[in-house]
């Protein structure tokens, strides 16, 4: 079963508070790449992987969406999801995406915003969305990039000669991560990119697109502090196709 | 145009006395990592982009294949890889990967070892590539890793609690770097994995395997400076089909 740190108070209240939580989809910088590796959502029938608060799923019901099912290991994200959501084609349920199961061949598109580095066993994850997945249906999803998470201490370091870097190291070693993010011991679990796209290949879909995400000029002329995000990859987006 | 660097004097008797250079495809570690993605080779047309010293050319052509046209800039590397061939089915070329023609749907298999980093226009290369491939033909190839080489000074760097570390900056910076490597300026353009496998998948080809290449505990037990490589990706091997 993942980690619910989610539901631990002092991390549910920091994530609370992240402006991601507070603006939703337009403060999350990676979401006009993610949004726009998306198939066009009118009529489709979707299931988020990780649903959060359920901005993604609202948007999705907003653009056309014929169903949403919005999945979350954590009780509070989806207390609160449910009490925004006045949408009757959003529905909310618990799961472990480490146990999930979904039936077959009954969604268009799988979406999973920053949830997949928490699980352990993504080669079953894969599969069970593959086969959740109608022939044409679409995987979109964002995680940590690997370089990003693969250090055991994940920091920025100067160089001697004042460059910002992000240093890596024990990327080929996969495996559990813990680091204290909003709250102590958070467990996540590392897999080098390689490993996630064969891992999606084997599951018998073919890759569409993989963008490590940047931000652009503009919003980082509006966002200064996403100027960092040019010197090491923090995400990646994948889409892939059954 | 590519530069040439393998026709500089100090580069090549720096290259000629590298482990791979004096022992070929055994002494490349990363050998029967690439090894493992061809397809059998016996009866394929093949075309080797970046032949250098022709080891795998020969390699091939002993395994079978119909015919091998090794391509590379250099006249040193083709003069030396000439000067070491018997076997008839292999046929070496000049050629320039950044101004290269393939004649259209004539080859099973096309391979490169670590040259496509010194091509400026990887898309127009792809495009080439994929034309000349027939259907279910394959592209196997190995480049230095985008984190091996995003960073203007790459280096180790050791951090404050003793660990080794391979700093990261300008990854998202695509274009040219200039390192000292053998020899003063070297000219690499630096992409992002995500923008190889999306101008692959561009010029119509299926990402079939993505390999961040690192040692495995036989390789680093027979020759200890290997351990390293399981800190930072520094190869990626990648298998495409058509």
Same mark, same amino acid.
């Given at each position: 079963m993942a980690q619910n740190i989610y539901d631990t108070d002092a991390f549910f209240e920091g994530y609370g508070r992240l402006r991601r939580s507070v603006l939703g989809l337009d403060g999350a910088p990676e979401?006009?790449?993610?949004?726009?590796?998306?198939?066009?959502?009118?009529?489709? /029938? $979707?299931?988020? !992987?990780?649903?959060?608060?359920?901005?993604? &799923? +609202?948007?999705? @019901?907003?653009?056309?969406? #014929? /169903? $949403?099912?919005? !999945?979350?290991?954590?009780?509070?994200?989806? &207390? +609160?999801?449910? @009490?925004?959501?006045?949408? #009757?084609? $959003?529905?909310?349920?618990?799961?472990?995406?480490?146990?999930?199961?979904?039936?077959? @061949?009954?969604?268009?598109? #799988?979406?999973?915003?920053?949830?997949?580095?928490?699980?352990?066993?993504?080669?079953?994850?894969?599969?069970?969305?593959?086969r959740a997945l109608v022939p044409g249906g679409m995987l979109v999803f964002s995680i940590e990039h690997p370089i990003y998470m693969a250090s055991s201490r994940p920091g920025w370091m100067t160089a001697e000669d004042g460059r910002c870097t992000w240093p890596v190291d024990g990327y080929a070693r996969e495996g559990r991560r813990v680091t204290d993010w909003l709250a102590p011991g958070v467990v996540k679990h590392h897999r080098r990119l390689g490993t996630t796209l064969n891992t999606l290949v084997g599951a018998g879909l073919a890759i569409h697109r993989v963008e490590e995400w940047c931000p652009t000029p503009e919003q980082v002329a509006a966002q200064p502090s996403l100027a960092e995000e040019m010197e090491r990859p923090m995400m990646v987006l994948i889409a892939a196709g059954r």
């Open positions: 979401w006009p790449a993610l949004r726009a590796m998306l198939p066009p959502t009118r009529g489709l /029938r $979707v299931v988020d !992987l990780g649903c959060g608060f359920g901005w993604f &799923a +609202r948007w999705a @019901a907003a653009e056309g969406a #014929a /169903r $949403v099912l919005g !999945l979350d290991l954590s009780e509070n994200m989806l &207390a +609160r999801a449910r @009490a925004e959501t006045e949408d #009757a084609a $959003v529905e909310y349920a618990r799961a472990d995406l480490d146990a999930l199961d979904l039936p077959e @061949a009954a969604f268009d598109l #799988a979406y999973s915003s920053l949830a997949f580095h928490y699980v352990k066993d993504f080669g079953r994850l894969a599969g069970v969305i593959a």
